[in-house]
């Protein structure tokens, strides 16, 4: 749809558009998305390292809380008959 757009806008034809666009189009479309997400890789694995050593150097504020039993969890069974 976008290809026959902009071929719209150039003045050429369905028919004269020619492979060689659609594979330019194609190419510049990997490759931007390429780096976009690269850079989304990037961004989240810095502010990945950043969190971690905010909780690294604050582990008062990240208490490890102990693990409950099932039976803990569970309330008591009163069989109704």
């Given amino acids: 749809v976008v290809l026959f757009v902009l071929n719209d806008g150039f003045g050429l034809s369905r028919r004269n558009a020619g492979v060689h666009r ?5 190419t510049v ?14 961004v989240y694995a810095k502010r990945d390292r950043e ?12 208490k490890i809380k102990e693990k409950k ?5 569970l309330e008591d069974f009163y069989p109704i008959r």
Avoid: N, S, T
Wanted: charged share 25%.
């Fill in 51 to 62: 969190l971690l050593e905010y909780v690294r150097q604050h582990p008062e504020d990240f």
């Fill in 22 to 26: 659609q594979i330019l189009f194609a």
């Fill in 69 to 73: 039993k099932v039976g803990e969890l």
């Fill in 29 to 42: 479309g990997w490759f931007v998305g390429y780096h976009m997400l690269k850079r989304a890789e990037y």
